[in-house]
């Protein structure tokens, strides 16, 4: 078993403890995480916190990973409409691997058409656009709906990184 997972962080204005959190627990777990971005330079976090990525999300192939993970904050709105985005996010679900998404980056996968009838949740301010593309919001912190994880904010970091982690063991 490969046991890689990859993260999507924006280039800039990422959620620091959406990333780190999650990326601690998978690594615990005996995953390898690689960082994609839209950019190769270092991405400076929220709170401060830099990342340099391994690889532009441009070049992923979902079938090379077990996971794709969308860090939110603020900065994941450049993948809101983002057209490689919502293919990475469909060709993930394709090949029946695992999709997760933190904080307000649920709203990726319900632009690419991944949430309609779906249970999710997602960071408030972006629940309206989830209802409008047909997501069953709901009132957790972390919901899992087949190979999809939904995560609502910082607070839930940690959850949702053990929800991924619980996901890919039972794969």
Sequence with gaps: MSKKVIMIIAS???RDEEYLMPKQV???????????SSKI????????GSVTPDVLYTSIDPSDYDAV????????REYFDDPTAHNIARN????????????????????????NGKKAVVFNTEEPNLSSKGAIL??????????II????????EDFGEAVVSALESM
């Design 150 to 157: 939904t995560a609502n904010g910082p607070h839930s970091a």
């Design 69 to 76: 993970i969308f860090v939110g904050g603020g900065g994941a």
């Design 138 to 147: 709901q009132n957790s912190d972390v919901v899992i709906d087949g190979n």
């Design 26 to 36: 998978l690594e615990r777990n005996g995953y390898e995480v690689t960082t994609a």
């Design 92 to 115: 993930t679900i394709a090949k029946k691997k695992v999709l997760g998404a933190i904080c307000i980056a649920p709203s990726i996968l319900a632009n690419a058409g991944l949430l």
């Design 12 to 14: 800039n204005n990422f």
């Design 41 to 48: 330079s270092t991405s400076i976090g929220m709170l401060g």
